[in-house]
């Protein structure tokens, strides 16, 4: 349904009113960003992946035409990263139960399609994990649907960065040259660009995943970082994030 989108699509900056007309006009799509306030090696912010939830919750949107913006749950799980300063990380029960109540309130009010998705990728597994349980927690007549393919999600920002004259190899998936170059773009006094590091470099093995669950992920880079932030632009920034709202967007339905 094409309607009137009002200019303001996130829901804590619009009044009840507002949110209650839109419903009205026929806006019955509302997503929830997911983030994480987690360390991105020497060089980034911790709020890089709720930044990047943000965004790309506001092109996801404008794309749709038809939804509106919950409030990001800005911190995520990021236990395997707690052996760095500053990370906070809520255990996987918790942030199910922000979720489901996230849910149970929207589906109240009346929207019918709840999109979730995560810019921080170790969210993904708990999403997929919870997703049943969420469904239950609302009516039959309310769809649920979260956002879950970390492989797709890598592979959409090795095509970007290549596109955009930049080293897919550098693509790691974590304070790596995507993560960079989005935070170039979207808060670029963020970035500590004299701090770049090299970070782990190439696939991780399956030993040394069950290491990073396991221990932390300093057992398998010692600067927090997976890939290498190095040749980051502004410019590979935007292009990581349209590819990657262009990615939600299509396995959603438009
Ligand atoms: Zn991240």
Redesign the pocket.
């Given at each position: 349904m094409t309607v009137p989108l009002p200019d303001q699509l996130r829901l804590e900056f619009m009044s009840f009113e507002e949110v209650s007309n839109a419903l009205a006009a026929g806006i019955s799509t509302v997503l929830i960003p997911c983030g994480?306030v987690?360390q991105?090696g020497p060089h980034l912010p911790l709020c890089?992946?709720a930044d990047?939830a943000d965004a790309l919750a506001e092109q996801i949107a404008r794309r749709l035409a038809d939804a509106l913006i919950a409030p990001t749950i800005k911190v995520g799980c990021s236990t395997h990263h707690l052996g760095f300063s500053g990370t906070i990380s809520l255990r996987p029960e918790t942030f199910e139960a922000m979720c489901l109540d996230y849910c149970t309130s929207l589906a109240r009010h009346g929207f019918k399609r709840i999109l979730m998705f995560s810019?921080?990728?170790g969210n993904f597994p708990i999403l997929r994990d919870s997703l049943p349980r969420l469904k239950r927690a609302v009516p039959q007549d309310v769809e649920i649907a979260a956002f879950c393919d970390s492989i797709a999600w890598i592979d959409r920002w090795r095509h970007a960065v290549a596109e955009a004259g930049g080293d897919a190899d550098s693509v790691g998936?974590?304070?790596d040259i995507a993560?960079t170059a989005l935070m170039m773009y979207l808060r670029p006094d963020s970035v500590r660009r004299d701090r770049f590091e090299v970070g782990h470099l190439g696939a991780l093995s399956e030993e040394q995943l069950h290491a990073m669950w396991k221990n932390g992920i300093k057992s398998v880079t010692h600067n927090g970082i997976i890939g290498d932030p190095h040749g980051a632009t502004a410019d590979i920034g935007r292009r990581c994030l349209e590819a990657i709202a262009d990615l939600l967007v299509t396995s959603f339905g438009e």
């Open positions: 994480a987690e991105h890089m992946d990047h810019g921080h990728i998936g974590h304070a993560e």
